[in-house]
Nanobody, 129 residues
């Protein structure tokens, strides 16, 4: 059974930072593309970032978070991370990690917002002054 458990959310002021973690189990973590998606209050799911498998993984970001957020993974720990810097009020959302296929997804912004993609229970990030 695929299990994804997110942690690290919290409340911060604009400009602050957080590091989200997602611990994975129930599948061969190292060969799967992983991603972070988010759902702002009252809005739909939005893909944020994705990371491929491999020793030098490929990464991709939503334009509005590029340069502020960094995705990474530790295959020895079966964990994927999302470093959030320079947070803005519009980053407020429930953040989920999601498991992709055992290959790179060309359009992660479409693939990972599908309701059938395995994801965790989420961790809440609130950015306010």
């Amino acid at each position: 059974e695929v299990l994804l458990v997110e942690s690290g959310g919290g409340s911060v002021q604009p400009g602050g930072s957080l590091r989200l973690s997602c611990s994975a189990s129930g599948f061969i973590f190292s060969i799967h593309t992983m991603a972070w998606i988010r759902q702002p209050p009252g809005k739909g799911l939005e893909w944020v970032s994705a990371i491929s498998d491999g020793t030098i993984p490929y990464t991709k970001y939503l334009d509005s978070v590029a340069g502020r957020f960094t995705i990474s993974r530790d295959n020895a720990k079966n964990t994927v991370y999302l470093q959030l810097n320079s947070l803005r009020t519009e980053d407020t959302a429930m953040y989920y990690c999601a498991r992709g296929p055992a290959f790179w997804v060309k359009n992660p912004e479409i693939y990972f917002t599908d309701s059938g993609v395995p994801r965790g229970q989420g961790t809440l990030v609130t950015v306010s002054s």
